[in-house]
C-alpha cells in the first residue's frame, strides 16, 4: 500500500487482561478495567500487551485478521470470533473498512 493510516485519530486504553489475547485481536470489556478476547461484540483491539494489561485501540486505523467472507470497503457491520473479525449484517458492529487483503486474510478498519 502506498499511504498509510496509523496513526490517524489514535485512542488507546489501557485495560488488565482477563485470560488470553493476542496483539491484533478484537476485544470486549468483562468486568470492571477488564478485557477478554472478544466472541461477539467488540469494543476495540489489543495493540500490546505485557505483565498482564493490554493496550487497547478504541478509536483509530486497526488492521485485523477476518474469518469467512471478507468484508468489503465502506462501512459494514463486524463482530468478533475467535480473535478475528467477520462480517454481521444483524449484529455487528458499524466499522469503516478502508483496505482488504485477501491473500493476508485482514481487513483495515477504522473504529
Not at 75 to 91: E, F, M, P, Q, R
Not at 99 to 111: E, Q, R
Amino acid at each position: 500500500m502506498k499511504v498509510s493510516f496509523n496513526g490517524f485519530g489514535e485512542n488507546t486504553v489501557t485495560f488488565e487482561i482477563q485470560g488470553t489475547i493476542n496483539n491484533g485481536a478484537p476485544v470486549m470489556v468483562t468486568s470492571n478495567g477488564k478485557v477478554s478476547a472478544a466472541n461477539g461484540a467488540f469494543c476495540g483491539v489489543c495493540i500490546n500487551q505485557r505483565n498482564g494489561y493490554a493496550a487497547v485501540l478504541l478509536r483509530g486505523y486497526a488492521k485485523v485478521p477476518y474469518s469467512g467472507t471478507a468484508p468489503t470497503v465502506g462501512y459494514a457491520k463486524l463482530t468478533s470470533t475467535s480473535g478475528k473479525i467477520a462480517v454481521d449484517n444483524s449484529n455487528g458492529r458499524s466499522v469503516l473498512v478502508i483496505d482488504v487483503d485477501t491473500t493476508g486474510k485482514t481487513a483495515g478498519i477504522i473504529l
